[in-house]
């Protein structure tokens, strides 16, 4: 392993002589007697899974890691790191909260070393450098978070089987996947299954088609600027991306039960389209999370599969991929702390976590094979080619927007209101709360 990819800040440097499963034999900085306090979000089986990460840096440097979960994390690290306790590291599950609290000089910067290693080790690393870079107390940007373990939601799920007796192939480009869907049709049947509905909060699963659009559309700084509401969300640029989603949701013809039963249709019963004899449809895009719902006994792999929600072929986008992930930030300095994030830069930080469940890395460094199984295994494939990654939008505009307008406005949509006019709905909601 190249001794130049764990670069130290600092006095924290680790040095890996035998590669990643050398790290608890190899030469690194003695901490006996200091103690790292981690806090995060992680609860149950994942909090087991970042124990046996931390486990080879306590063994191989004598520091000791208390790590403490919370599913009061969110209001909890406010009221810490404002009061003066917070702890050595936070693990923070999406990028709003840690830009708050580092716009009030609450996070401690990490360093270029770091912003550096990961633009050259991570796949699309400028994005994630971007992504964990936030304004200071004086508005000037510094980098604060190191991102580790992430979900990919540019993922259309299907059955092998379906495709094999139909005779169709997976689309490499967004111009095949909409030939495909034309085919299908052709062929008497339905090419997707699509579901809004989700209780108080019916309307998400739309947004996440609109961001995956706009990602497919533009350049992914303008991405960023609808995010920030830098350009209006009624831009025709947005627009225009909202009725990219509409080529398929609001084609009778395109959708199980047609446009109408988009609303209508809970998310989570939405994919069992695919599995009925015959199909009621043959594609269902999703998150990486909606195996969850299938049908009890559905083997991945074999009974159901993915492929990459495909780029624009004609637009030279590149392959983007829209997804969500948690980043560790130090809200406490301390040679722990930063030797802590040192050994996050190690493969094998990673492929402890990989080779359990539930974990996604676009460490470029990572053995594949220590993925846990051959879906984790093509989602990290999937990461490691992505030219660009974008965080969900909707989970970075304001509360009232992301988890509000941009929700019904979506319902609005799909029953039948024009883009421009929803669009502008959504603007006028955040103009409310300037």
Same mark, same amino acid.
């Given at each position: 392993m190249n001794k130049n990819l764990i670069t130290g800040v600092s006095a924290a440097v680790l040095l890996l002589a035998g590669g990643a499963a050398a790290f608890a034999d190899s030469h690194?900085?003695?901490?006996?007697?200091?103690?790292?306090?981690?806090?995060?979000?992680?609860?149950?089986?994942?909090?087991?899974?970042?124990?046996?990460?931390l486990?080879?840096?306590?063994?191989?440097?004598?520091?000791?890691?208390?790590?403490?979960?919370?599913?009061?994390?969110?209001?909890?690290?406010?009221?810490?790191?404002?009061?003066?306790?917070?702890?050595?590291?936070?693990?923070?599950?999406?990028?709003?909260?840690? %830009?708050?609290?580092? #716009?009030?000089?609450? /996070?401690?910067? $990490?360093?270029? &070393?770091?912003?550096?290693?990961?633009?050259?080790?991570y796949a699309a690393g400028?994005?994630?450098v971007d992504l964990g870079t936030y304004?200071?107390?004086?508005?000037?940007?510094?980098?604060?978070?190191?991102?580790y373990k992430v979900d990919v939601k540019s993922l259309v799920w299907y059955s092998p089987e379906n495709f094999e007796d139909a005779?169709? %192939?997976?689309?490499? #480009?967004?111009?095949? /996947?909409?030939? $495909?869907?034309? &085919?299908?049709?052709?062929?008497?049947?339905?090419?997707?299954?699509?579901?809004?509905?989700?209780?108080?909060?019916?309307?998400?699963?739309?947004t996440d088609w609109v961001e995956d659009m706009m990602l497919r559309t533009q350049p992914p700084e303008v991405?960023?600027?609808?995010?920030?509401?830098?350009?209006?969300?009624?831009?025709?640029?947005?627009?225009?991306a909202i009725d990219e989603f509409g080529k398929f949701?609001?084609?009778?013809?395109?959708?199980?039960?047609g446009s109408a039963a988009v609303s209508a249709t809970d998310f989570r019963d939405s994919p069992k389209g695919l599995f009925s004899v015959p199909p009621k449809c043959y594609m269902h895009r999703q998150a990486s999370f909606i195996p969850s719902f299938f049908p009890e006994g559905t083997e991945l792999g074999t009974d159901a599969d993915f492929f990459y929600f495909p780029s624009y072929a004609g637009k030279d986008l590149g392959k983007p991929v829209l997804g969500a992930g948690t980043l560790f930030a130090i809200t406490k300095e301390s040679k722990g702390a930063r030797a802590l994030i040192d050994y996050l830069k190690t493969p094998q930080a990673h492929e402890i976590w990989m080779a359990r469940a539930g974990f996604l890395t676009p460490h470029k460094g990572v053995d594949l094979d220590k993925y846990a199984n051959d879906t984790l295994r093509g989602q990290g494939q999937i990461l490691l080619n992505a030219t660009t990654f974008r965080f969900d939008g909707s989970d970075l505009m304001p509360g009232a927007v992301g988890a509000g307008s941009f929700w019904t406005g979506m319902v609005d949509y799909a029953g039948g209101k024009p883009a421009a006019d929803v669009a502008k709905d959504i603007q006028d909601s955040w103009d409310s709360i300037k």
């Open positions: 690194v900085m003695d901490l006996k007697g200091e103690t790292i306090k981690v806090f995060g979000p992680w609860l149950g089986v994942d909090k087991e899974h970042i124990q046996a990460v486990a080879p840096f306590e063994e191989a440097t004598g520091a000791v890691v208390d790590y403490a979960g919370s599913d009061s994390f969110e209001q909890q690290i406010v009221i810490d790191t404002q009061a003066g306790s917070a702890p050595n590291i936070a693990i923070f599950p999406q990028p709003g909260l840690a %830009a708050d609290l580092a #716009s009030k000089g609450l /996070l401690v910067p $990490l360093g270029t &070393q770091t912003s550096d290693w990961v633009k050259e080790n400028q994005s994630w304004a200071n107390a004086d508005g000037n940007p510094d980098y604060y978070g190191f991102f005779g169709y %192939a997976v689309p490499e #480009s967004m111009e095949d /996947l909409l030939s $495909l869907s034309d &085919q299908i049709v052709a062929d008497g049947g339905t090419p997707w299954c699509i579901g809004l509905g989700s209780g108080g909060a019916t309307g998400w699963p739309a991405y960023d600027q609808w995010v920030k509401n830098e350009i209006p969300f009624n831009d025709p640029r947005v627009v225009a949701a609001r084609n009778d013809a395109w959708v199980d039960g």
